[in-house]
């Protein structure tokens, strides 16, 4: 029984041990990637955004706002924070993180969709959380209610890696080789350089039109939102980025979607921009499906949008 009890321990000390310093050189190596959402996440903790520009959403804020020109025009630095794949759900914890580690910013432009104020069920880009999410509650609370990770995993180390093999192997490949993983955003933006593709025509095969349904948590989450920011006096300017004219219809209840968004534009007296039928959506030579911006169309869109912010009263 002795010798049992001591080749258990021999075994399960070293186990724990090995457990731990593996989540520490995973860990510890994430967080020093730029590839990515990772670089974004590292600059939220580790207190780099410094900027009076936030720009929030989705891919579409990733892709269509280019940081650079928003600096240059509004004379303040400007940091992308859209989060691929993701609604309203998880800007928000990205915001609350943002906050509790970094300075306010004056202004935040917050990209809109119709599928802002949807959730999803799964947890897309599930890898993106790995570093953090250990013993973070506020992550675990925001997360925990998508499928992707199990209790244990914000708990116990190196569990939440198990399956991740792609990010592992990401891992050891920038080490090899620094810069081989590529992904980068400039301050958060990901330009595109990519022609046209078939996604609407495809999708048009598949749908007539389909309804997009409002998430009630997300709805009641976004106004909360509005309420914090006006009490810490940080402007919120909703944007609805251009999208192609031809895809508009996809979406059936569209309207219903935007006059949300302009009920809390009123509510909280906001500067509301709707770029649908702006020339920029009737060009599809500026896209490269119907909902996303190439390069050379954000660099048309984010000079537009500067401009109509200066217009309107600049950065307050």
Excluded at 3 to 23: C, E
Excluded at 204 to 225: E, H, I, M, P
Excluded at 229 to 243: A, G, H, M, R, S
Aim: proline share 3%; aromatic share 16%.
């Amino acid at each position: 029984m002795k010798k049992l009890l001591r080749n258990s321990i021999l075994f399960i000390i070293p186990a724990i041990a090995f457990m731990y310093l593996a989540d520490y050189f995973f860990t510890n190596q994430l967080r020093k990637a730029r590839y990515d959402e990772f670089g974004i996440w590292n600059d939220i903790f580790d207190g780099k955004i410094d900027s009076d520009v936030a720009v929030y959403g989705s891919s579409r804020a990733m892709v269509h706002m280019d940081t650079e020109i928003l600096r240059d025009s509004l004379g303040a630095n400007a940091y992308n924070m859209g989060v691929n794949g993701h609604n309203f759900w998880i800007t928000y914890l990205r915001h609350l993180e943002y906050l509790k580690y970094n300075r306010q910013p004056r202004m935040i432009i917050q990209s809109i969709d119709v599928f802002t104020l949807t959730k999803r069920p799964d947890l897309f880009n599930p890898d993106q959380f790995l570093p953090y999410m250990r013993g973070n509650d506020l992550m675990k609370d925001f997360i925990s209610s998508y499928k992707g990770f199990g209790k244990y995993d914000y708990y116990l180390p190196l569990i939440r890696y198990t399956g991740q093999y792609k990010t592992i192997l990401d891992i050891f490949k920038n080490m090899v080789k620094p810069g081989s993983v590529r992904g980068e955003r400039i301050r958060g933006y990901s330009p595109q350089d990519q022609a046209w593709n078939d996604d609407m025509d495809v999708a048009f095969q598949k749908f007539d039109n389909f309804r997009v349904d409002f998430d009630t948590a997300s709805v009641v989450l976004f106004d909360r939102f509005l309420q914090e920011c006006k009490d810490k006096n940080i402007e919120v300017v909703l944007v609805y980025t251009p999208e192609f004219i031809e895809g508009q219809d996809f979406v059936k209840n569209r309207t219903e979607i935007l006059n949300k968004f302009k009920e809390f534009a009123e509510k909280y007296n906001l500067r509301y921009f709707d770029y649908s039928d702006d020339p920029i959506s009737h060009n599809r030579e500026y896209f490269y499906n119907a909902s996303h911006l190439n390069r050379e169309g954000a660099t048309e869109f984010t000079k537009k949008l500067s401009s109509d912010i200066i217009r309107t009263g600049g950065l307050n």
